[in-house]
């Protein structure tokens, strides 16, 4: 089995049982690792219908991680739009722990669909933007110098919809392009500090925000959220959609030993929808 014994693991937008972040956090506890679960912690402003992770669900999952699996967690706050909360939390991990060594910049969401780019609305398009893309930057440069000295994994949630243009939802394909783009960047700036940054990039994981995504596009397109998902599935070779488990799993192995040859991909995860050379 895969060990991540002792290592110290921040996950972004971790905070919601449902969510990709959750499974991350939690397959790394159960490999051994020590956890910061890291979200918003309040719902204000924010889509309700995807919803958030709040303080509440988040210390309630540091506490059940730490007595399930006899590891150490921390809950905190975390807008990765504002840098003064992401220096904060990084303050609070290094207080508590000294050091990172896996980080997955995992927070993402999407404002402002659907909408073409001729209409999509100025501050959504830049809050989409600002959340997937100059979070994964600002939470990366606060995080790096707790990994100088002894190196780690970088593991940032991308998207197949950073490869693939879909339709009326620009600004969140645009940032991850952005995300793959910076991956690479950030591969090559921080091998020399034994850092390996990849990215996954999921197709289509049941989650809130794919459950919120069928939803939107059955009323766009005058249908229903199963047809959506049945069409959705004869789009995918594998014929299903993914969960976050399946997710989870690959950034284990990104975080782990079992991937020390590997720095600078973007790794697809979506049962086949997406096959490149
Ligand atoms: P989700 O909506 O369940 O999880 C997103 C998490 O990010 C939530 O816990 C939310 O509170 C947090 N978050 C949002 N804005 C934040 C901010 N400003 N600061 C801190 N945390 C914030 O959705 P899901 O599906 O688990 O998404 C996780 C990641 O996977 C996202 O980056 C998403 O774009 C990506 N993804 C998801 C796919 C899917 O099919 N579900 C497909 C491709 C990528």
Same mark, same amino acid.
């Given at each position: /089995?895969?060990?991540?014994?002792?290592?110290?693991?921040?996950?972004?937008?971790?905070?919601?049982?449902?969510?990709? %972040?959750?499974?991350?956090?939690?397959?790394?506890?159960?490999?051994? +690792? *020590?956890?910061?679960?890291?979200?918003?912690?309040?719902?204000?402003?924010?889509?309700?219908? #995807?919803?958030?992770?709040?303080?509440? =669900?988040?210390?309630?999952? $540091? !506490?059940?991680? +730490?007595? @399930?699996?006899?590891?150490?967690?921390? $809950?905190?706050?975390?807008?990765?739009?504002?840098?003064?909360?992401?220096? @904060?939390?990084?303050?609070?991990?290094? @207080?508590?722990?000294?050091?990172?060594?896996?980080?997955?910049?995992?927070?993402?969401?999407?404002?402002? #669909?659907?909408?073409?780019?001729?209409?999509?609305?100025?501050?959504?398009?830049?809050?989409?933007?600002?959340?997937?893309? *100059?979070?994964?930057?600002? &939470?990366?440069?606060?995080?790096?110098?707790? /990994?100088?000295?002894?190196?780690?994994?970088?593991?940032?949630?991308?998207?197949?919809? %950073?490869? &693939?243009?879909?339709?009326?939802?620009?600004?969140?394909? #645009?940032?991850?392009? %952005? #995300?793959?783009?910076?991956?690479?960047?950030?591969?090559?700036?921080?091998?020399?500090?034994?850092?390996?940054?990849? $990215?996954?990039?999921?197709?289509?994981?049941?989650?809130?925000?794919?459950?919120?995504?069928?939803?939107? =596009?059955?009323?766009?397109?005058?249908?229903?959220?199963? @047809?959506?998902?049945?069409?959705?599935?004869?789009?995918?070779?594998?014929?299903?959609?993914?969960?976050?488990? =399946?997710?989870?799993? /690959? $950034?284990?192995?990104?975080?782990?030993?079992?991937?020390?040859?590997?720095?600078?991909?973007?790794?697809?995860?979506?049962? !086949?929808?997406?096959?490149?050379?």
């Amino acid at each position: /089995m895969t060990t991540l014994t002792d290592k110290i693991a921040l996950v972004t937008g971790a905070g919601k049982k449902t969510g990709i %972040g959750y499974a991350m956090a939690r397959k790394f506890a159960g490999h051994g +690792a *020590h956890v910061v679960i890291a979200d918003l912690g309040t719902t204000d402003n924010f889509n309700a219908d #995807v919803g958030t992770g709040t303080s509440e =669900e988040m210390e309630m999952i $540091a !506490g059940e991680l +730490a007595s @399930e699996f006899k590891v150490r967690t921390l $809950a905190v706050n975390l807008d990765v739009t504002d840098s003064g909360l992401v220096q @904060e939390m990084a303050g609070a991990v290094k @207080e508590k722990f000294g050091r990172v060594d896996i980080l997955c910049n995992n927070a993402g969401a999407t404002f402002g #669909v659907p909408n073409g780019v001729h209409t999509y609305d100025e501050e959504a398009w830049t809050r989409t933007v600002d959340v997937n893309l *100059h979070g994964v930057f600002r &939470v990366s440069k606060a995080i790096v110098p707790l /990994m100088q000295e002894k190196g780690g994994a970088i593991i940032n949630t991308a998207s197949r919809a %950073g490869k &693939v243009p879909p339709l009326f939802n620009g600004a969140y394909a #645009v940032s991850k392009a %952005g #995300v793959i783009m910076l991956t690479k960047v950030m591969a090559r700036e921080l091998s020399g500090l034994k850092i390996r940054v990849n $990215a996954i990039c999921p197709g289509q994981i049941m989650t809130d925000l794919e459950r919120w995504r069928f939803g939107l =596009e059955a009323q766009f397109l005058n249908t229903t959220v199963e @047809e959506q998902e049945r069409k959705m599935c004869e789009t995918i070779p594998l014929g299903r959609i993914g969960s976050p488990d =399946e997710v989870a799993d /690959m $950034a284990v192995f990104l975080a782990s030993g079992a991937s020390s040859y590997v720095t600078g991909q973007a790794l697809n995860i979506c049962g !086949g929808q997406l096959m490149e050379l």
